[in-house]
């Protein structure tokens, strides 16, 4: 079966409802994770497969700036999935693309593994994400916490904890 007839018997195996559409080779579908509901697109083209994992919450406009810079700095270590950012919309998304060697000889779990890849990277950074648009959090500040708590652990990081932000702008912390 190719990719797109995959997705479809993935995400009926799940119980999980979705709409594809033939013309276009892509299957929709809400997943959610650890992060909330998602949307997410698995799409087929020639002889690779993307899945696309859209996150729910828009960025408020004052935060667009800084959220850019988060993943920026953000995609400098990732290898196997990108951050995507719509600055007009102020849509998050994770992109996985993989290239397979027959696209009609496709399993479901292939599609499984591919979408928990997407899945997986923005567990990983959401908390950050919220952190930073909701928060005001500084990116570089947000990151560091992922990775402080990652080294903690030995693991991802699931949530996110940050000290108070300073009250002045020399970062000295509340003024008694």
């Known amino acids: ?69 988060l993943i920026t700095r953000a995609q400098v270590n990732m290898e196997y999935a990108r951050l995507e950012f719509d600055y007009d919309k102020g849509a998050l998304a994770v992109r996985t693309s993989v290239v397979v060697e027959s696209i009609e000889d496709v399993l479901p779990d292939t599609i499984g593994n591919i979408l928990v890849m997407a899945l997986s990277c923005l567990d990983y950074y959401f908390p950050a994400f919220m952190a930073v648009a909701f928060g005001g959090h500084p990116p570089a500040r947000a990151l560091a916490v992922l990775d402080n708590q990652e080294q903690e652990e030995g693991k991802g990081a699931i949530r996110i904890n940050l000290p108070p932000k300073p009250d002045d702008e020399k970062g000295n912390g509340p003024i008694d």
């Open 1 to 69: 079966m190719n990719a797109y007839q995959a997705a479809i018997t993935y995400f009926d195996g799940r119980g999980i409802i979705h709409m594809d559409d033939y013309q276009s080779q892509e299957v929709h579908a809400i997943v959610t994770s650890q992060s909330g509901v998602n949307n997410v697109i698995i799409h087929n083209h020639e002889n690779m497969i993307r899945a696309i994992v859209v996150v729910g919450p828009r960025v408020p406009l004052k935060a667009r700036a800084a959220i850019a810079e």
